[in-house]
């Protein structure tokens, strides 16, 4: 039996390098990020300091925390950290 994993295709990604604000602990804590990219179910942002991350957040592209998305962390390699959105 092939053991070969299905992999299904990733949405299309937008280039963006836009400023945006993550936002967790319930709005209390905030960081400054740059979203690199976006799809209709994730995004990859860029954080000075990634190791404050908690496994969920939300990112949003004003400092209000009551706007953006809900956001899990997905993979993390340097300053890039890979999201998945959630509800």
Same mark, same amino acid.
């Given at each position: 039996?092939? &053991? ?5 295709? $990733?949405?299309? *990604?937008?280039?963006? *390098?836009? /400023? ?18 976006? /799809? ?9 300091? =990634?190791?404050?991350? =908690? &496994? /969920?957040? *939300? ?5 209000? &925390? $009551? ?8 993979? $993390? $390699? ?8 959630? *509800?």
């Amino acid at each position: 039996m092939d &053991a070969e994993i299905e992999r299904k295709p $990733r949405d299309p *990604r937008k280039s963006l *390098r836009h /400023s945006g604000w993550i936002t967790f602990e319930g709005g209390f804590a905030t960081r400054q990020c740059i979203v690199e990219d976006l /799809s209709a179910t994730g995004a990859k942002v860029i954080i000075d300091d =990634p190791t404050v991350l =908690p &496994a /969920s957040f *939300r990112v949003a592209f004003a400092r209000d &925390a $009551r706007t953006g998305r809900n956001c899990e962390v997905v993979w $993390r $390699r340097g300053k890039s950290v890979g999201v998945k959105f959630v *509800r």
